[in-house]
Structures are given as structure tokens and as C-alpha cells.
């Protein structure tokens, strides 16, 4: 009884701590609570996104693509031969780690690897050459473009502790190898890379892409914008509907909150199918639908990128496209594209850092990539491998 009272006055005085310190320093309360939330949110096992809560099996399997990723290799072998030992140390983790899992489009996240701003020259030239062999040139463009805005809100907030340029960290999973499973990861604010490899085989996904503002009209970065090819071509496919197909299209006419459900810490959601279905627009539809798909399976490398879409092609008629807002040419929306094997989401947000409205705007906006059943991180494919090669 003595044992469970000093329990009991301990838990007590922890939380007059947590409620103090929220008062007196919000974000710092944050960063004391995030690895007890962030741990709890990854106890449940890895599954899968699914449309009903099970996998659907089959879906995925190794076999060769023909598409070298020697340079990828290369460049990870680069990378970590730039670093120093204590930071190699940080930054390598196995290929089956919980750390794949721990990405967060959050500033106060906790961050693992080696981040931007403590490397050199020399390092940062390296890492950036790992993403720019992994990424196809737009890709990487809207990847740097994405950090650049990143500054631009520092900028504006008066606050580069919580945001910046180069706040930015990378990870490796198992050594970069030919044969065996490896990967890496870039995790930051509003910028989220994950890129499985084996073999000749690539997964990009989860891949987040967003920001806040979405364009810089003043300051260093002025003339800065991202993510406008995919509001345009995700306009052009709702508005290339008749009226009967955009109310099976439309899921809900109000834009009122977020929409995004494949976020941090949502591997296992359970998102249904939705809209209308691809396999049922005329061949004009199906072009911009496909030119929509196109702007997000591009961010791969070339070769790669043609692989992944041939994947996404093959499921074309048990994959739908669902929209949530106005369709006007000024509209703020949501859309998703989901199947089997992919689900992309763009979704306008509501402010968090920048002042306005609490109602989602066009000055912020949030993009996920996933592959569903399974395959995020490339875990199917992992789980197949480790079947064939016990370790």
C-alpha cells in the first residue's frame, strides 16, 4: 500500500510538472510528452493501409525490373563515407527498425540520423546527391523548393529554432547492398522521403510533400511555389467529369476540416473506397486522371517512376477518385486516388503556424503517397525476402 501511494504521489508531482512547464513554455511541455505519445501511437504492429482492415494478399512480389539502382547505392555509400564515425553511428539502423515508422510532419518531433544543419559542405553535398539520384529533377526540385519555403516560414515567424532550410534529417536502414534489403529516409517538417530498395526494385512511400505558405511572394526565397501542377491537374479531372460522374465523384460538397487519413503515425489506416471509379470514365477522362497519377508516381526516378506506374495501371479499374470541396476555378478541396496498390492524397489544411481563418486555405497544403496493403516501407517485400533468406 506504501509502494502504490509513493506511485500514485510520484505520478502526481510528474504531472504538476508536465502542467507547469505547459504554461510556462508550451513547446517545450511538447517535446517532453511527444516520445510517450509518439511510442504509444507505434505500439500497434505494422499492417498496412487497408480499405476494410485486412490485406489483400498477392498484391506485391520480388522479381526483377531491369531498372539499375546502382546509383542509388552508390550515392548512400557516398553519404556514409562523408560522415564521421559518432554520426554514422547515429545515423545507420537495421532494415526491419521501428525508425521507418517514427517520421512525423510535426517541427517539434523528435529526430533521429544526422540533420543538415550539422553537417559540412561536404556532407550536405552528399546528401542532397542521394536524394537527387532517388528523385526524379522535379522531384528533387519540389523537395528543395519544399525546404526553401521551409526558410521562408522561419522567416515570417521570426523563429529558426522551430523552422528552417535545413531542418532536415537522414536516416539509413541496413547497409546499401546489391542483394540484401536497405534503405533511407529524409524526415522533416512538411517533408517526408522514404525510399526502400532491393535488388532493382524501389519503394518511395510513405512520401509526404506539403508546406506552409505554399509560395514565397517576398524575401530571400521569393518566386518560390510548389504543388500547382497537382491543384491545376486535380482540378482538370474533377472538372473533366459530367454531372452524373462528379456526384459519384464528390463525397462531400464542404470543405470544412482536413481530410488527409494517411498522415504521421497512420500506417494502419482503414480508408474505403470511395468516388468513382477510374475504369468507368471515356479515354479523355482517363488521360487526365492518368496525367494526375503521372505528377505524383514522377517524383521516383526515371525507369522507376515507369515501373511504379505500370503497377498503379494494371489495378486501373478497381481504382477510384474521390473529391471533397467547391470546383470552381478558386476552390479549396481534397482529393484522394486509391487502390490496391497506391493512394495519393492532396488536401488544402487549416492554418498551424501562419495566422488566418481556422478553416482550410490554399496557403497551406499536405500531399501523402502511400502503398497500401502492406507494402509501405517496402515490408511486404521484406517479409518475402527474410521468408527465402532466414537471418
Not at 115 to 138: C, P
Not at 347 to 357: I, S
Not at 364 to 370: K, S
Request: proline share 5%.
Amino acid at each position: 500500500m506504501r509502494r502504490a501511494l509513493k506511485i500514485v504521489g510520484v505520478g502526481v508531482v510528474a504531472l504538476v510538472v508536465l502542467v507547469g512547464l505547459a504554461v510556462w513554455n508550451p513547446v517545450a511541455a511538447s517535446r517532453v510528452l511527444w516520445p510517450v505519445v509518439e511510442n504509444a501511437m507505434l505500439a500497434e504492429p505494422f499492417l498496412g493501409v487497408t480499405s476494410d482492415g485486412a490485406i489483400e494478399p498477392g498484391l506485391f512480389r520480388i522479381e526483377a525490373t531491369g531498372v539499375s539502382t546502382a546509383p542509388i547505392r552508390d550515392a548512400a555509400v557516398a553519404f556514409l563515407a562523408s560522415l564521421t564515425p559518432e554520426q554514422r553511428g547515429r545515423t545507420l539502423f537495421p532494415v526491419d527498425d521501428l525508425e521507418w515508422r517514427r517520421w512525423a510532419n510535426i517541427s517539434i518531433s523528435t529526430r533521429q540520423g544526422v540533420g543538415l544543419l550539422e553537417m559540412d559542405a561536404a556532407q550536405i553535398e552528399a546528401a542532397f546527391g542521394l536524394m537527387a539520384v532517388t528523385l526524379s529533377a522535379r522531384g528533387f526540385e519540389t523537395s528543395r523548393n519544399i525546404m526553401r519555403l521551409e526558410g521562408h516560414l522561419a522567416d515570417l515567424m521570426d523563429d529558426h529554432n522551430e523552422y528552417g532550410e535545413q531542418r532536415y534529417w537522414f536516416t539509413v536502414m541496413g547497409e546499401p547492398s546489391e542483394r540484401d534489403p536497405w534503405g533511407w529516409q529524409l524526415d522533416g517538417h512538411h517533408l517526408i522521403v522514404n525510399c526502400f530498395v532491393l535488388g532493382d526494385q524501389v519503394v518511395l512511400t510513405p512520401t509526404f510533400m506539403g508546406s506552409e505558405p505554399t509560395r514565397a511572394d517576398m524575401g530571400r526565397f521569393a518566386g518560390t511555389a510548389i504543388l500547382e501542377e497537382e491543384l491545376a491537374a486535380g482540378l482538370a479531372v474533377i472538372n473533366g467529369l459530367d454531372d452524373g460522374q462528379r456526384a459519384v465523384a464528390i463525397i462531400d460538397p464542404d470543405k470544412t476540416a482536413n481530410n488527409n487519413h494517411g498522415e504521421l503515425f497512420q500506417d494502419n489506416a482503414v480508408v474505403p473506397y470511395e468516388g468513382i471509379r477510374l475504369g468507368d470514365l471515356d479515354d479523355a477522362q482517363r488521360e487526365l486522371a492518368l496525367e494526375l497519377i503521372r505528377l505524383y508516381t514522377g517524383n521516383l526516378r526515371a525507369g522507376h517512376a515507369e515501373v511504379r506506374l505500370s503497377e498503379v495501371v494494371r489495378h486501373w479499374d478497381d481504382t477510384y477518385f474521390a473529391w471533397v470541396g467547391d470546383t470552381s476555378p478558386d476552390a479549396v478541396f481534397y482529393y484522394r486516388i486509391h487502390s490496391p496498390v497506391i493512394m495519393i492524397e492532396y488536401d488544402h489544411q487549416t492554418p498551424v503556424a501562419l495566422d488566418g481563418p481556422n478553416r482550410p486555405s490554399r496557403n497551406h497544403v499536405h500531399t501523402v503517397v502511400r502503398t497500401p496493403n502492406g507494402n509501405d516501407y517496402g515490408k511486404d517485400l521484406l517479409r518475402q525476402h527474410l521468408l527465402e533468406h532466414p537471418h
